[in-house]
């Protein structure tokens, strides 16, 4: 029997991407309306878009992704202990700063020393993937614009986990060089520090740890070097990553320009993820390499 094609309008109803609403936000996650965002503190002002979607209200813990591990349907590969960076101009910490999910004292701090293939399986393993950087942008400054997902105010010991001086003279001791506080007080996690325990680094869906803790993986790869971004596993291929974390240094900075961007491959101690629920959007590939920094 021949087929026969649905009327117009019935075409373009199925090709339409579903409206995601709040009710179909796993438990755990945030609903974020879709729309369009207008950014005008940075240097090149500009503008995100996108539609509805739901994400971790936190950062993966290793505890979840220790269960993960252990479940063989999802089959999520075992956590590193030691960091990896190509670059060798980064220094590279060994244990005991990656947290793996061995200890039961940081189970409920986010798991680090994660390739983006590992974060990329973990959220599909449960039928997420990872966000988009326009996404996980959305999801800090939204629905206003921000400056800091919890509003103007400069980051202090209070609003964030960052690299203060519990943590800056840890690395000073270590390192020929002066490893400056991003602020002038303890913040009271010289490493991670549990998802959520700071109550300020919410932004103004309830989303937590955005700006502090650790820095997580996006969907989204650049062509920061080279322009290969048609090779897939070429040397030119870098991901996006978004937030700070509690080796950063330098709280006035504007962390989300340029973006940071990094190797599939590295697994960094102050590297993380949270996943996204909802349709696939369009293309995540940024072939604009002039807002990347490596
Ligand atoms: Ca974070």
Known sequence: MAATSPPPAAAASQQAQPQMKPEDCPE????????????????????????????????????AYRACVADPARACTPAEATE??????????????????????LLE???????????????????????????????????????YPWGTELPTHRHANLCGPECAQRFSRRLPIRWWPAFDTSDGSPSTAPVGAFSLDASAFGVRDLYGNVSEWTATVTC?????????????????????????IGADRVPWYPVNVTR??????DLGFRCAFGPAPGPIRTPDSSAARP
């Open 84 to 105: 990896y960076h190509k670059n060798g101009t980064i220094y590279v910490p060994r244990k005991p700063y990656c947290n793996p999910g061995s200890a039961e004292e």
């Open 28 to 63: 755990g996650t945030v609903f974020i309306p879709g729309g369009k965002l207008t950014l005008t503190v940075e240097p090149t002002p500009r503008s995100l878009e996108t539609s509805s979607f739901c994400i971790d209200r936190t950062e993966v813990t290793a505890r």
């Open 224 to 248: 920061y070097s080279e322009g290969k971004c048609n090779e897939p596993s070429s040397d030119g291929e870098r991901i996006v990553i978004m937030g700070e974390g509690w080796r950063s």
């Open 264 to 269: 599939p491959e590295t697994r960094g101690a």
């Open 109 to 147: 701090h986010p798991v680090t020393c994660m390739t983006w293939q590992q974060a990329e399986h973990y959220c599909s393993s449960l039928g997420r993937r990872l966000p988009t950087q326009e996404e996980w942008e959305m999801a800090a400054r939204g629905p206003d614009g921000r400056m």
